[in-house]
């Protein structure tokens, strides 16, 4: 087993099957096929290297006996005793038999008649498959054809050998994938449970099935979504009862500005109620990161319908944005409507903020969804932090240099954005745009 491993560790990895049921029959398969092949050479060897050479002994002894006897009827009651034919002349079907050598059964035999025989002979096999021992005419000898069935040069019980051999490894090897796939089975499922989990689907307590370890794999993932799904919800709770608690204060702010609003500056006034403006906003989008997708059911829904729609909301806005969908008239995907259109809507709104020319395009790629928003904007610039395309997914961060907090952001849009395509089975991407902005690929399984 230890050198089986080394040897897999050693192929290159697209030689090796990708899968555990794959990698694991291998392992299963790989000792029992080169113990066949060890087991079928020794046996060729030896056992049936010895048998052909007893068996070619006693034909080419039957053979001698008979040339020995002279012509008539008692040479013809003695062959035909021993299973032998005899022909005078060169009957028809040996006419297209040719003389074989490289044969390894013709071999043996011409080993066994070479010290036998005085005279010339040729051996091969005819139409027919049997073996013929062709003696030309000699002074006072006539020709003479001799011709034996193939299997008195063959044992019956090397096919029985090969074909139980065979048959059984082939009947072990199917025990032992129906074994591995009921044994893999439970570890598919929690693989399926935990791609759901990490979906936002409702947490579904799983049954530990199968071996030891992957029972207490079960018992641990059951344990860890537990304790995730009550830290999401606490926190949901939380951030929600604050946002809710702020909101108060906030009205009554908002209320006793319209009282003094003839007493307070208007300029003072402006300020104070953008100040109350921006709290808002805050809090709104406190609540839209914690909610997250929670609430929302999984639908069916046309992407491309999605897009056109935003894409127009913008274009009524003033703001220079194109869709492109090539050939594709509809992109049809299981996701929760409403969350997807507020990812996609977050990256827009940057792409428009930013950027004064956005196109938008949408491709579809087997199984997955890609939608890609480019913008001339001033994008992000990694020479000071090579790591900014993936720091600006950090709740709360802000790149002063572009994106500052007079333009109204917070800092949750990408991260409620990219929490979102997670949720989808995707994710989002930054790099730069040919348009020399920034460039959003955001990637959903269909």
Known sequence: SKALLTL??????????????GRSFLIIAAPVVLLQAVSTYIFYERHWDALSRRLAGNLASEVAVVIDLPA?????????????????????????????????????LQDELRPRLARPYSVWFDSNSDVVIWLPAMQDQPTLAIIADRKKL??????????????LSIVLLAAAVLFMRNQIRPVRRLAEAAEAFGRNQVPQRMKPQGASEVRSATRAFNDMQERLARQIQQRTDMLSGISHDLRTPIT????????????VNAIDMADMQADLLEMEQMIESYLAFARGEEGEALQTADLLIMLRGMVDTEQ???????????????????????????CIQNL???????GSRVQVSVQQHSKACMVTIDDNGAGISTDQDPDAYEAVFRPFYRLEASRNSETGVIGLGLSIARDIARRHGGDIT??????GGLRAVLTVKC
């Open 8 to 21: 897999m560790r050693l192929l290159p990895k697209h030689w090796l099957p990708q899968t555990l049921l």
């Open 72 to 108: 008539g009827e008692k040479q013809t009651l003695i062959a035909g005793q021993f299973g032998l034919r005899l022909a005078q002349t060169a009957p028809l079907s040996l006419s297209s038999g040719t003389p074989i050598n490289g044969d390894r059964m013709l071999d043996t």
């Open 154 to 167: 063959y044992s019956p019980t090397v096919y029985i050998f090969v074909l139980w051999s065979l048959g």
């Open 252 to 263: 009554r702010l908002r209320l006793q500005l319209s009282i003094l609003e003839a007493q």
């Open 316 to 342: 009524r806005h003033g703001n220079a944005i194109e869709l492109h969908h090539a050939d594709v008239d509809q992109l049809l995907l299981e996701c929760r409507p409403q969350a997807l259109k507020r």
């Open 348 to 354: 827009i709104s940057n792409a428009c903020r930013y």
């Open 430 to 435: 930054l790099s730069v745009s040919p348009l």
